[in-house]
């Protein structure tokens, strides 16, 4: 997960920018996953979410929706896609063949799918390193290194089929609104997502097949549900312009990406999240409520993904404009910087304390204290990492991914994502 690792050993100059928005990320990345931890509640209102016990549990609830729901993967894509062009470049800059340095870059996408498996069969079944591994497996290997304008056309493809996914969804949505809300409903499954995980299986084993049948439905919908692949060719394409690496040449692109993605993002996912806190009814109609909220925020993921993107790189290069940045914002990006072992060490440290097959927390937890316990766990990675950066020491995760996607290149200087 941390792209630009794969390049090599060579001395290298790090970008402030795409690491300290992996390690925001992961903030957003550990919040999202704590509601499949929560096994203690009732589900009489939404599969994704229990019933909330007090106010707090609301908001919660209500922000997670608004904000991070399908937004924190689309931006990791981006990135993803970006450090993936980047490794090209610095293998080739290096004196690798073109061949040599594909070679690498579809090894490490391998690789990936297999941390992937691991990952979600030991700990956390709603994973998405498989997904990033198959995705970037097919478009490697029809655009990395092929024309703009194939690229631009594939991120064309893939924006147009999320507008009319968008507009159907809104549209749907509409016509509910004016049909008589107590029309037919599906027949509610109230313990559906807090089976995702297999938190509440007390036998570890039970738990691993639940989790391992849930990520074979995920794997497909996130690497095949058009808004990952479409937010990592974005990145191919962001690459290519160095818009990263050069932000004062292209301020006018990130702030407008910001300020009009940001705000899509919002209009997609704040419809869904008022209607979870009881702020209006729709009729359910067979279901097709939940489709028509669910197409929104799915769809809109991408816009609101890229546009904090483009924030958090505004936020680091005026940061970093002034002189030294804040010591909170390096250490968070010595987290980015091992973001690979900072997403694992989550899952490591939160499965056998909340599943009920280790220390059952997550049965005792609301969504509040659970958002409040997972702000507390990223904060002691972000610590953990700060140090590591001083001592100079690698990821454990990113050391080994390195060691099996190494090939001898020679040695240059480059800078890395």
Not at 50 to 58: G, I, K, L, R, Y
Not at 172 to 189: F, I, K
Not at 256 to 282: C, D, K, R
Request: hydrophobic share 50%; glycine share 10%; aromatic share 10%.
């Amino acid at each position: 997960m941390t792209e630009g690792s794969v390049a090599g050993t060579a001395t290298k100059k790090r970008l402030l920018a795409p690491d300290f928005a992996r390690g925001s990320m992961l903030l957003m990345i550990v919040l999202s996953n704590t509601a499949i931890f929560l096994y203690g509640g009732t589900h009489e209102r939404s599969a994704n979410f229990s019933e909330p016990t007090t106010a707090a549990d609301s908001v919660t609830q209500f922000l997670m929706i608004a904000l991070l729901d399908v937004r924190s993967y689309p931006l990791f894509a981006f990135l993803v896609g970006y450090g993936l062009v980047q490794a090209l470049n610095g293998r080739l800059a290096r004196g690798a063949s073109n061949s040599e340095a594909h070679t690498v870059i579809r090894s490490r996408n391998r690789w990936l799918l297999l941390f992937g498996f691991v990952h979600a069969a030991l700990l956390l079944g709603s994973e998405v390193l498989a997904a990033y591994g198959i995705i970037g497996l097919v478009l490697c290997s029809l655009f990395l290194g092929g024309s703009e304008r194939r690229l631009r056309g594939g991120i064309i493809l893939g924006v147009t089929l999320l507008s009319l996914v968008f507009v159907l969804a809104v549209a749907t949505l509409v016509t509910l609104l004016v049909v008589d809300p107590s029309g037919p409903a599906m027949a509610t499954r109230p313990d559906e997502f807090g089976g995702l995980n297999g938190s509440g299986e007390e036998n570890y084993l039970a738990s691993m097949v639940v989790r391992l049948m849930s990520w074979v439905s995920l794997l497909f919908i996130n690497a095949f549900g058009v808004v990952l692949p479409t937010a990592m060719l974005i990145g191919f394409w962001a690459a290519r312009h160095r818009v990263i690496e050069e932000p004062e040449r292209h301020r006018r692109l990130l702030r407008n990406t910001a300020l009009f993605g940001i705000p899509l993002g919002l209009a997609g996912s704040l419809p869904a999240a008022l209607h979870h806190v009881g702020a209006f009814e729709v009729a359910p109609f067979y279901g097709l409520s939940s489709a028509a909220f669910g197409g929104m925020v799915w769809t809109s993921g991408l816009a609101q993904g890229l546009g904090y993107a483009a924030l958090f790189v505004l936020i680091s290069t005026r940061l970093e404009r002034r002189g030294r940045p804040p010591v909170v914002i390096t250490s968070v990006a010595a987290l980015g910087k091992r973001s690979l072992s900072g997403y694992l060490t989550h899952s490591i440290i939160m499965a056998p304390m909340l599943s009920a097959w280790g220390l059952g927390l997550g049965g005792w937890f609301t969504n509040s204290t659970m958002a409040l316990y997972a702000i507390a766990l990223w904060l002691f990675t972000v610590v953990i990492a700060a140090l590591m950066e001083r001592r100079g020491a690698q990821g454990p995760f990113e050391r080994l991914l390195r060691h099996l996607t190494s090939r001898k290149t020679p040695a240059r200087t480059t800078v890395e994502v």
